[in-house]
């Protein structure tokens, strides 16, 4: 998708894409309309990080749903050894509601299912 001479997957200065920021500021209507469009959902930075892992960290489980729908991979071992896709899943099993909580409640409970 192009707008006035960009692209989905631009890149800013910190080599993030828009899809990488969507992710990191809780925005999943617009995620899912980065997709829509032909963002890049396995988008790496220089250092590693996936629109998907950014979405773990984060607690943000309305992206990670968007993401692991469309095959989004996180980091191939986050702290446990998980498969990349299976800790997304499993965080979304576990606690579907997880968005509502608080910051420190959301890493607690990330931190017990690994």
Not at 71 to 99: E, K
Request: aromatic share 4%; with cysteine.
């Amino acid at each position: 998708m192009k707008v006035a001479g960009a692209t989905v997957d631009k890149r800013d200065n910190m080599d993030r894409t828009a899809l990488h920021l969507a992710c990191q500021f809780r925005q999943a209507e617009l995620a899912s309309f980065l997709v829509g469009a032909g963002a890049a959902v396995n988008a790496e930075t220089s250092t590693g990080a996936t629109p998907l892992g950014i979405s773990i960290m984060a607690g943000n489980l309305a992206c990670v749903k968007v993401l692991v729908e469309e095959g989004g991979a996180g980091p191939s071992d986050f702290g446990s050894g998980l498969p990349r896709v299976g800790l997304s899943r499993l965080l979304f099993t576990a606690n579907p509601d997880i968005h509502e909580q608080e910051p420190e409640v959301r890493q607690v409970q990330a931190r017990a299912l690994l």
